[in-house]
Nanobody, 121 residues
Framework: QVQLVESGGGLVQAGGSLRLSCATSGRTFSSYARGWFRQAPGKEREFVAYISWSGGSTYYADSVKGRFTISRDNAKNMVYLQMNSLKPEDTAVYYC??????????????WGQGTQVTVSS
């Protein structure tokens, strides 16, 4: 059974930081690209960040560029999202995904259950 499990979400004040983690179990995904997406209430799931299988290439949504950093540790099957200078508009459920990569939701075949991030003003 393949599982992606996110952790690290919570409640933080605007301007604060959080670090999300995504653990993979059941199968090695070092050859897959990884992505982080988020979904706010009443909105569609949107791309946040992407990292290639090697970690050598990253890509961010304009809304988080310069504030968020994606990284991965293939030896531990872990992916991280460091979020700094958080804003109330960053409030959403954040999802970890594994797949072929890019910013399209359909490019990822494996998803975690999500972790809630709430940023208060």
């Amino acid at each position: 059974q393949v599982q992606l499990v996110e952790s690290g979400g919570g409640l933080v004040q605007a301007g604060g930081s959080l670090r999300l983690s995504c653990a993979t179990s059941g199968r090695t995904f070092s050859s897959y690209a990884r992505g982080w997406f988020r979904q706010a209430p009443g909105k569609e799931r949107e791309f946040v960040a992407y990292i290639s299988w090697s970690g050598g290439s990253t890509y961010y949504a304009d809304s988080v560029k310069g504030r968020f950093t994606i990284s991965r540790d293939n030896a531990k099957n872990m992916v991280y999202l460091q979020m700094n200078s958080l804003k109330p508009e960053d409030t959403a459920v954040y999802y970890c995904a594994a797949g072929v990569g890019g910013s399209n939701v359909k490019s990822y075949g494996y998803w975690g259950q999500g972790t809630q991030v709430t940023v208060s003003s």
